[in-house]
């Protein structure tokens, strides 16, 4: 299987490159040259695997340059948890994609990266150094997937005190191939300081530097199986399945919209976002406005310009996008309304995010005949908006032990201000 840009579909790479480099060089997106359909006599032998067994199945649809017994390894060790689907009633469900070791849906997607991108990096012999800038969740979920990974170091960026405090200790307690600089600066010092490096060609030379992005088409594969999962769990409940996706960056919805291709039956998608409603607008226009990002409490999906929305336009004309996604957000006050109302109605705590998710079912389901059953997808732990959350409920809510027991880590970063000179010499003295 090759991968090829969505700018020039000339333009063909292995899954290798496309991993290594991330992102073709005519600016576009790596997208796998032909999306594989599963027959139905394989389908429905599908449902009976367990999360493991049918990612293994959905990854080598995708992936045949890697030898069938490395695939498997990477798969067992990157999914040590499964994503259970809760059901609030007969109508509504939740797919929980949280319980990963940063208790956000991006363990999932960088986990497989992390153990894709090492497999490589051995078969060369080779080392690789991943530097990246994090405003927050990002940071964590890569930092924890590359932890232990042999022959790659991680650099995280971060900037001091604008992040909140179980984010930064998840990032700042990493030791070992891991570590974190705290940045006396904003995010976009950060992601300028990380911008300038990759074009620097002396440091280059000598440190092989490479981006953890989420455009890595191999954090949207993996992100493929949940959907398959989640839909084999709901299928009991209903005839019909709709997905109801929280997205900022859109790549969440792409890998659904990508299964949907491979044939899972879904009726609809919902395109759940907060008052950054770019993509709910182009699907009611037909044009497309990307915007400055606005800040808002499920700032996860503050995204102005969704870096997946090529990828959408490229499985999809804008009337087939209408007929499969529907658009729907909610400012921040009604998003709070929505935490409350689904505690109240359905005793079941949910984030920021998972909320704007359920509440786009539950003004969807007076549409649909009574066949039809609501996977709400939820991509984060409440317990990591828990200052957002808990006064909103009246109900003593705890922090998961695996969280809270970051609290008492060490502070292991170190500063650094924003000047470039200064994180140069740091790398090169530390990694030359
Ligand atoms: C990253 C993230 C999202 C948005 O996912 P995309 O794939 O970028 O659309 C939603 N919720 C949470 C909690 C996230 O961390």
Not at 299 to 311: H, Y
Request: one cysteine or more; charged letters at 25%; a neutral charge.
């Amino acid at each position: 299987m090759f991968y090829y840009s969505t700018k020039n579909s000339n333009y063909k790479v292995s899954l290798e490159k496309a991993v290594l480099k991330g992102m073709p060089d005519d600016g576009g997106l790596f997208m796998p040259e032909k999306i594989p359909i599963i027959p139905d006599e394989e389908f429905v032998k599908l449902k009976d695997l367990n999360y493991k067994d049918l990612s293994f199945y959905l990854a080598k649809l995708f992936i045949d340059d890697i030898p069938e017994n490395e695939l498997r390894k990477i798969i067992d060790d990157a999914y040590y948890f499964e994503p259970p689907l809760i059901y609030l009633s007969d109508k509504i469900g939740v797919l929980e994609l949280f319980h990963g070791p940063t208790l956000a849906f991006k363990d999932f997607g960088a986990r497989f990266m992390s153990r894709l991108m090492s497999f490589f990096v051995k078969k060369n012999n080779t080392k690789l150094h991943i530097l990246i800038a994090t405003s927050g969740d990002t940071g964590s979920a890569i930092g924890n997937a590359f932890q232990n990974v042999e022959n790659i170091n991680v650099t995280i960026l971060y900037p001091s005190g604008k992040i909140s405090e179980i984010q930064e200790k998840q990032i700042a307690s990493l030791e070992g191939n891991i570590e974190s600089l705290e940045i006396d600066g904003t995010f976009d010092d950060c992601q300028n300081l990380v911008k300038r490096a990759f074009i620097d060609k002396e440091l280059n030379s000598v440190i092989k530097l490479s981006s953890a992005n989420s455009i890595n088409i191999s954090r949207l594969i993996p992100q493929i199986f949940y959907y398959f999962y989640g839909y084999f769990q709901a299928k009991f409940r209903g005839e019909k399945i709709v997905f109801s996706v929280p997205s900022g960056n859109f790549g969440n919805l792409t890998a659904g919209l990508i299964a949907f291709k491979m044939g899972l039956p879904v009726e609809l998608f919902i395109a759940a976002t907060n008052i950054n409603h770019v993509v709910p607008d182009y699907l009611k226009t037909g044009v497309f406005i990307p915007m400055k990002s606005i800040s808002t409490i499920s700032n996860a999906m503050d995204v102005g310009n969704p870096n997946n929305f090529d990828r959408m336009l490229n499985l999809f004309s804008y009337d087939e996008m209408k007929s499969i996604i529907k658009g729907f957000w909610l400012n921040d006050e009604l998003t709070k309304q929505a935490i409350i109302d689904t505690f109240n109605k359905y005793k079941y705590v949910i984030d920021p995010h998972g909320a704007i998710g359920i509440k786009a079912c539950e003004d969807s389901i007076s549409n649909f005949d009574n066949n039809v059953f609501f996977v709400s997808l939820e991509t984060a732990h409440y317990s990591k908006f828990m200052d957002i959350v808990s006064p909103l409920l009246d109900k003593n809510l705890t922090m998961p032990d695996r969280l809270k027991k970051y609290l008492n880590l060490p502070k292991k970063s170190i500063k650094l201000s924003k000047d470039y000179d200064e994180l140069k010499n740091h790398l090169l003295k530390k990694y030359s």
